[in-house]
T-cell receptor, first 112, second 114 residues
Framework: NAGVTQTPKFRVLKTGQSMTLLCAQD?????MYWYRQDPGMGLRLIHYSVGEGTTAKGEVPDGYNVSRLKKQNFLLGLESAAPSQTSVYFC???????????FGQGTRLTVV | AQSVTQPDIHITVSEGASLELRCNYSYGATPYLFWYVQSPGQGLQLLLKYFSGDTLVQGIKGFEAEFKRSQSSFNLRKPSVHWSDAAEYFC????????????FGAGTILRVKS
């Protein structure tokens, strides 16, 4: 009963490096999301997907790219990491029938 | 645009005391409303949700919340706080349009003193 699984859980990057965060869900949900969490700002939506092969921009998309090649996976990429991208990243999934979202455990990313 | 305001950044209560965390939202239609809890270093766990019907909703861990349309509020309450309730609490509104996105408040950090 895994739910939403994120890998890795921790990562340290140097400025300018690239990386991909992986999110996998086993609930057959159509919708998937990437949020970032920063102190005092709650969670802000980066990108989201309403189905395999579709993606859309959220509130804070700059500096990130995403892909949804398979229904169960949603990848978040940073092409050239910046210190401002130091954050905790959460993936979530939901079904179209309601807006209840199920969250992964988060990835703590530090860019130095 | 949709928004959620949690006016209290930090709240400290004594163990056994009652708790109320405030949440106000801005949304043009009938809202879906949620409260999530996050323990340090953990993900978000759903405490309770309101979609329609009874405006007083019960959740897990003894929490409840009341939806008041006239005040655009969805305050979270617990009659007697336990030390294990210390965590950060997030209120969110579900935007029922393309993608069913959640808009979160900034969170309230609850400290429990013994």
């Amino acid at each position: 009963n895994a739910g939403v699984t994120q890998t890795p859980k921790f990562r340290v990057l140097k400025t300018g490096q690239s990386m991909t965060l992986l999110c996998a869900q086993d609930m057959n949900h159509e919708y998937m999301y990437w949020y970032r969490q920063d102190p005092g700002m709650g969670l802000r939506l980066i990108h989201y997907s309403v189905g395999e092969g579709t993606t859309a921009k959220g509130e804070v998309p700059d500096g990130y790219n995403v892909s949804r090649l398979k229904k169960q996976n949603f990848l978040l990429g940073l092409e050239s990491a910046a210190p401002s991208q130091t954050s905790v990243y959460f993936c979530a999934s939901s079904s179209p029938s309601n807006t209840e979202a199920f969250f992964g455990q988060g990835t703590r990313l530090t860019v130095v | 645009a949709q928004s959620v305001t949690q006016p209290d950044i930090h709240i400290t209560v004594s163990e056994g005391a009652s708790l109320e965390l405030r949440c106000n939202y801005s949304y043009g239609a009938t809202p879906y409303l949620f409260w999530y809890v996050q323990s340090p270093g953990q993900g978000l766990q759903l405490l309770l949700k309101y979609f329609s019907g009874d405006t007083l909703v019960q959740g897990i861990k003894g929490f409840e919340a009341e939806f008041k349309r006239s005040q655009s509020s969805f305050n979270l309450r617990k009659p007697s706080v336990h030390w294990s309730d210390a965590a950060e609490y997030f209120c969110a509104v579900g935007v029922r349009e393309y993608g069913n996105k959640l808009v979160f408040g900034a969170g309230t950090i609850l400290r429990v003193k013994s």
